[in-house]
């Protein structure tokens, strides 16, 4: 079991900058993919930015050139820096992991943390 904790939330002005951390209790290494989701009340769970262990990213066409993902094996550690915010990536915002086995996928969620872009 994997455990996630996300640190870095707050509220911000628009065109602000913030950055979110996730934690992982175990060694990221082995996950094949890790990133982040936000959600807003009311709405599903989107993808904002995600990571494979490879290095590759992929973006939400909605925050692309503004969110960059990054992560760090060693202190196993998933990084969003998110630049020129708006108030619509107002959202609580999911630390995720993936681990894809040969019979089954195990996913795991953190807690969450809100990010809110208000003036």
């Known amino acids: 079991q994997v455990q996630l904790v996300e640190s870095g939330g707050g509220l911000v002005q628009p065109g602000g900058s913030l950055t979110l951390s996730c934690a992982a209790s175990?060694?990221?290494?082995?996950?094949?993919?890790m990133g982040w989701y936000r959600q807003v009340p009311g709405k599903q769970r989107e993808l904002a930015a995600t990571?494979?262990?490879?290095?590759?990213?992929n973006y939400a066409d909605s925050v692309k050139g503004r969110f960059t993902i990054a992560r760090d094996s060693g202190r196993n550690m998933v990084y969003l820096q998110m630049n020129s915010l708006k108030p619509e990536d107002t959202a609580v915002y999911y630390c995720?992991?993936?681990?894809?086995?040969?019979?089954?996928?195990?996913?795991?969620w953190g807690q969450g943390t809100q990010v809110t872009v208000s003036s």
């Open positions: 995720y992991a993936q681990k894809r086995l040969l019979v089954k996928t195990l996913d795991y």
């Open positions: 175990a060694n990221i290494f082995s996950m094949n993919d």
């Open positions: 990571i494979t262990n490879g290095g590759s990213t």
